[in-house]
T-cell receptor
Framework: GAGVSQTPSNKVTEKGKYVELRCDPI?????LYWYRQSLGQGPEFLIY????????DSGLPNDRFFAVRPEGSVSTLKIQRTERGDSAVYLC?????????????FGPGTRLLVL | KNEVEQSPQNLTAQEGEFITINCSYS?????LHWLQQHPGGGIVSLFM???GKKKHGRLIATINIQEKHSSLHITASHPRDSAVYIC??????????FGQGTRLTINP
């Protein structure tokens, strides 16, 4: 498809488990963003990639969260030792470049539930 | 205080009414976005503004850079406009900072 895709769409896991969330950006988009949206709240920034490198990871809440984008396209957000508070919708967005005037295109999100 | 504040948080109106959602921000920005999120759905970008006004169909967005304020207007509102509308500001070339969203319900 032409848009940003994310898999899985839903993930249920148990406290303490490891999860990986995948984002496929629009082809050719160099900038990729991860956000987290808790119920009833606006999204919050986690990390942003320009190409393969993480240009800003200031939003990652702690060292249990890690993200990679090894070939500059697909990105994986990894969460270790999941906690119930990690339950949220994880959103991915991409833009052609990271310029201030670029539109970000959002994926449908992955709804993570930690039991 | 959040860097991006929206009002109202919830808005219910009758079909056909003129709708205004407000957004105020406290930081320097390179652009402001209005986004739409349907229940269980993804986020769609409606507008990106750095000055002035933009119009798309029944939607109008304005921004006043000096006052650090933007408004989203919907004319002749329709039940299908029911969604959460989110204001987000871009600081430089990096991340978006989001408001908490305004939940709009249009009753037939």
């Amino acid at each position: 498809g032409a848009g940003v895709s994310q898999t899985p769409s839903n993930k249920v896991t148990e406290k303490g488990k490891y999860v990986e969330l995948r984002c496929d950006p629009i082809s050719g988009h160099t900038a990729l963003y991860w956000y987290r949206q808790s119920l009833g709240q606006g999204p919050e920034f986690l990390i942003y990639f320009q190409g393969t490198g993480a240009a800003d990871d200031s939003g990652l809440p702690n060292d249990r969260f890690f993200a990679v984008r090894p070939e500059g396209s697909v990105s994986t957000l990894k969460i270790q030792r999941t906690e119930r508070g990690d339950s949220a919708v994880y959103l991915c967005a991409s833009s052609l470049t990271a310029g201030g005037q670029e539109t970000q295109y959002f994926g449908p999100g992955t709804r993570l539930l930690v039991l | 205080k959040n860097e991006v504040e929206q009002s109202p948080q919830n808005l219910t109106a009758q079909e056909g009414e003129f709708i205004t959602i407000n957004c105020s921000y406290s930081v320097g920005i390179s652009a402001l976005h209005w986004l739409q999120q349907h229940p269980g759905g993804g986020i769609v970008s409606l507008f990106m503004l750095s000055s002035g006004k933009k119009k798309h169909g029944r939607l109008i967005a304005t921004i006043n850079i000096q006052e650090k304020h933007s408004s989203l207007h919907i004319t002749a509102s329709h039940p299908r406009d029911s969604a959460v509308y989110i204001c987000a500001v871009k600081q430089g070339a990096q991340k978006l900072v989001f408001g908490q969203g305004t939940r709009l319900t249009i009753n037939p």
